[in-house]
């Protein structure tokens, strides 16, 4: 079980099981939100996330498909804590994993969007599956994970 927080510490939650799934996301919209490369997301059942401490807010936000993805965030300091994207089930809850209090475990499952990937970042060849778009959960995910997700989206 893992525990996280904001920067400022009045938000805080614990997750009652790991990720489904760890996206690197080197997407262009990814970067520009985080200010860095690629973002770090866990994507887990949202009945797995407990808020333990001050309920964060939630932030609506455009796409880059166009669609609308909801950021939860703490009310005082504003760091994003999780999002769900609303054109997807909002059954599942994207964790960002920075926000761990013991980020020493986190490692990605899979590189996605990685056609817009920075050039100076080079992927370990024997890492984790790299795609320059999205991925099918089918073709990545564990039976098991994959039976999460698939239940998660009411499938």
Not at 96 to 105: E, I, N, Q, W
């Amino acid at each position: 079980m893992s525990t996280g927080r904001c920067t400022c510490d009045e938000t805080r939650f614990r997750l009652t099981a790991d990720p489904i799934i760890i996206h690197a996301c080197h997407c262009t919209w990814c970067q520009r939100e985080t200010g860095s490369a690629f973002a770090l997301n866990g994507v887990i059942e949202t009945d797995r996330i407990e808020v333990t401490r001050a309920a964060p807010v939630a932030v609506d936000l455009p796409t880059a498909s166009g669609g609308t993805q909801r950021v939860m965030r703490c009310a005082r300091c504003q760091v994003a804590l999780w999002s769900h994207y609303l054109g997807s089930s909002a059954a599942l809850a994207y964790v960002r994993m920075g926000t761990l209090d013991d980020t020493s475990r986190v490692v990605p499952s899979v590189h996605i969007f990685t056609a817009t990937k920075q050039n100076w970042l080079d992927l370990p060849a024997d890492g984790a599956p790299v795609f320059e778009e999205f991925y099918r959960p089918s073709a990545v995910l564990s039976p098991e994970r994959y039976a999460r997700f698939k239940a998660a989206i009411g499938r």
